[in-house]
């Protein structure tokens, strides 16, 4: 019998497929952001005069795309860079981050950009704005210049309000001969957001505009590879697997092109493969992990029970030829030939192909799997089907369960 202390050394001792995991966490910030150079650029290009006229003005940029789509990691990742080239260049520029979903008043706004910049601010008794001109004067006094992005935007602008904002945003009105040291990059979810403010501080906000849209598939495709050549080590993630991420979550092939759903995905797909001791990451790991990452499978399981018996059978014969096959997608002709044997098994009558088709296609708009026409990689033209939405065991031992029930009900009701 294993000592406890065996029984311990075997985990701690196991080989992990990662390298180091910390490179997947959400606060990590990568060197690299593909697809995000357009991006750099317009702030580089927006906040140059920063550089080469320091003092001259005082840049606000307004940065806007869903969740998901790099605007914090392409903020902080601008700031460093930023911060690095003035200092080359003998200018002293700081870089602060504040996130107004924490920091949601003017009052803790101040606090925070004290904070970070280190000036000694008095913990109580002072007005925000009090504060405030402690923070201009100690830059001032330091020849300091500082880049302040306020993330989550949305939520300053909603418990703060309009003149909280006009305040932040207008500090120099009233002396446009001073040194303009303080910058800003808003970073909001949807522009919208900015109708509750009034619209001459809107106006002043949307003079700069930079987009993210959602990630596509090959974009993500390429995100994930960098990342996942940072977190595993070489030879343990395929870039089929990579490829299988990407294709759930692109906005092109449905999903809401979401990064920070791509890398859960892939974090805790290297995770189950480890907590089976597996050599490799495969597309089952991912779709188990797809299955944590994802609180709606549970309402994909509850569809299940109404469906007609036939379309269960469908999608009996998906899961199994993607067992059989272990590959992340199959060919609709294949599914129905394996949905033809199931029917004999169960001594039914196999539905014509025109209805196949449709449960399908009903089976895709619920959610339960994924259907697209195949590309590049196949001969001929041909819907392909894959089952992203868990692990297929659970999913064969559900469906199989639902299938005989349904059976059962029928052959008790006649
Ligand atoms: N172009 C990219 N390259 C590498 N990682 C990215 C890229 N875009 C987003 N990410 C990663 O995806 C996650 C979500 O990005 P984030 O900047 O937080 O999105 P947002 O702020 O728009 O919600 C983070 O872990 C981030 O590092
Ligand atoms: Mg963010």
């Known amino acids: 019998m294993p000592s406890t202390r065996d029984i311990i050394e075997s985990v701690l001792e196991r080989p992990s497929v990662f390298k180091s995991k910390e490179k997947l966490f959400p ?34 940029v307004l940065l806007v795309g869903g969740v998901g789509t790099g605007k914090t990691v392409t903020a902080r990742r601008f700031g460093i860079d930023f911060k690095a080239l003035a200092r080359r260049k003998g200018i002293r520029l700081e870089y602060v981050h504040i996130n107004c979903h924490r920091d949601r008043t003017l009052y803790l706004v101040m606090q925070e950009m004290a904070r970070q910049l280190r000036i000694p601010v008095p913990p109580r008794g002072l007005s925000a704005q009090e504060m405030f001109n402690i923070i201009l004067r100690q830059l001032e006094e330091r020849d300091e210049y500082v880049i302040v992005a306020l993330d989550e935007f949305d939520y300053f602008i909603e418990v703060a309000g309009s003149d909280a904002v006009y305040f932040l945003i207008r500090t120099y009105d009233e002396y446009p001969e001073a040194t303009k040291r303080l910058n800003f990059i808003f970073i909001a979810r949807d522009i919208y957001a900015l109708g ?23 974009e993500l495709y390429d995100i994930l590879q ?24 692109g906005v092109d092939h449905g999903g809401s092109g979401n990064a920070r759903l791509a890398l859960e995905i ?39 029970i109404h469906l007609p018996l036939h379309e269960l059978l469908v999608f009996l014969a998906a899961i199994r030829v993607l067992k059989r096959k272990n590959v992340p997608y199959v060919r609709i002709g294949e599914v129905e030939q394996e949905y033809q044997q199931i029917c004999e098994e169960y001594n039914e009558k196999p539905r ?33 089907i894959g089952i992203s939405a868990g692990p297929l065991e659970l999913l064969e031992k559900k469906v199989v369960e639902l299938i005989e029930s349904k059976r059962g009900e029928r052959s008790g009701s006649i």
């Open 27 to 60: 606060e990590y910030v990568p060197s690299y952001l593909p697809h995000r150079e357009e991006q750099l650029k317009s702030l580089a290009a927006l906040f140059r005069p920063v550089l080469v006229e320091p003092g001259s003005i005082s840049q606000r």
């Open 196 to 218: 509750r403010l009034d619209s001459a501080t809107e106006s002043y906000l949307i003079r700069n505009v930079i987009r993210f849209e959602p990630y596509t598939s090959a």
């Open 226 to 249: 960098m990342r996942a050549s940072e977190a595993f080590y070489e030879g343990t993630i395929d870039s089929d697997v990579i490829k299988y991420i990407a294709d759930i979550v």
């Open 266 to 304: 892939l974090l805790l797909a290297g995770e189950e493969a480890d907590k089976e001791g597996a050599p490799r990451v495969t597309i089952e790991h991912v779709r188990r992990a797809h299955t944590s990452a994802n609180p709606n499978i549970a309402i994909v399981y509850d569809n299940l």
């Open 352 to 384: 014509r192909h025109t209805q196949v088709y449709e449960y399908v296609m009903d089976l895709k708009r619920l959610g339960v799997i994924d259907a697209r026409v195949s590309g590049k990689g196949y001969r001929g033209k041909s819907t392909l």
